[in-house]
């Protein structure tokens, strides 16, 4: 029987039909074209990168620690200034409001610093912020509901009440996930969100990724898009079990892209991370059967 290590690397098959059924017949949802970003030193630390994501896929962006990853995502949410060309649904970033990225985008980080002792409820609240004209109210009925049923769909419902403050690290993260799915963004941003949990909190919360995926999000000017994520995650098997579309980047600058079928083999990774993946992979991992 094929081990678990062998079929990362060479069984296929599965992800074949999941990359074919998510990835054909997709318009663009975002679009960069020569973009080059960095910090206040000048220094650009992502370089001339052209990519196209495609709506309703999931990407997921994988490389050596230091080589752009973060930035790239910082830059596709404006959150540092970058050069070149960046298109959300066919709108040019540097042309949006702050509010109007937010309502195109949601970003998905790490375990995130907690200032004030926030309800759950009030945390989720938060992401409908850039939906109301004020930025500052209690939110209006239709807000509510959408809190209320984001709530539940996370499984949520009793703790709502609860400071986030007292929360468990998989408490907060689903908190911080609803806040986001809150925003009803067509694309979800997430950075390393599985960091520092086990592998029960990483597997809810992938289910509830999942299913987010499933139903179009409906915006304000009645365009409809399929949700897409783009991901950096730090364990590979996340990758390969989440993306449709794999990224490579390398030194700042974008190495390889393609369907995860073509981009995750050996000789790839390899070829990215400057050592034995694959030997590494089953040096370090059990060799078990799956009955």
Same mark, same amino acid.
């Given at each position: 029987m094929m081990s678990v290590v062998d079929s990362f690397f060479i069984n296929k098959n599965l992800m074949m039909m999941d990359t074919m059924s998510n990835t054909e017949d997709k318009r663009n949802i975002i679009e960069l074209n020569s973009v080059s970003a960095g910090y206040e030193d000048g220094r650009d630390i992502i370089k001339d990168i052209t990519l196209d994501i495609s709506e309703g896929s999931c990407l997921s962006i994988l490389g050596s620690n230091g080589c752009g990853k973060t930035t790239l995502l910082r830059a596709i949410c404006g959150f540092i200034n970058s050069s070149g060309d960046i298109t959300i649904a066919g709108k040019n970033l540097s042309k949006m409001k702050r509010k109007e990225i937010a309502s195109y985008i949601g970003f998905f980080s790490q375990m995130p610093q907690i200032y004030f002792p926030y309800t759950v409820y009030e945390t989720v609240m938060q992401g409908r912020y850039m939906h109301r004209a004020d930025g500052l109210s209690g939110g209006s009925a239709s807000d509510k509901d959408i809190v209320e049923e984001t709530i539940v769909s996370l499984g949520l419902e009793n703790i709502a009440g609860e400071s986030i403050t007292k929360l468990s690290g998989g408490q907060l993260q689903r908190v911080?996930?609803?806040?986001?799915?809150?925003?009803?963004? @067509?694309?979800?941003?997430?950075?390393e969100p599985m960091n520092h949990l086990d592998m029960k909190v990483q597997s809810e919360?992938?289910?509830?990724?999942?299913?987010?995926?499933?139903? @179009?999000?409906?915006?304000? =000017?009645?365009?409809?898009?399929? @949700?897409?994520?783009?991901?950096?995650?730090? +364990? !590979?098997? !996340?990758?390969?079990?989440?993306?449709? =579309?794999?990224?490579? !980047?390398?030194?700042? +600058?974008?190495? !390889?892209?393609? @369907?995860?079928?073509?981009?995750?083999?050996?000789?790839?990774?390899?070829?990215?991370f400057d050592f034995d993946v694959s030997?590494?992979?089953?040096?370090?991992?059990?060799?078990?059967?799956?009955?």
């Open positions: 911080m996930l609803a806040r986001c799915m809150a925003q009803r963004s @067509p694309v979800l941003i997430l950075d919360l992938m289910d509830y990724l999942d299913e987010w995926r499933k139903k @179009p999000v409906v915006m304000a =000017d009645g365009n409809s898009y399929m @949700p897409t994520m783009i991901c950096v995650f730090h +364990e !590979l098997f !996340l990758a390969a079990q989440m993306a449709d =579309d794999i990224a490579f !980047l390398k030194g700042g +600058e974008l190495m !390889l892209n393609g @369907p995860k079928t073509e981009m995750l083999t050996a000789e790839n990774l390899n070829r990215v030997g590494y992979v089953k040096s370090r991992i059990m060799d078990i059967d799956l009955h």
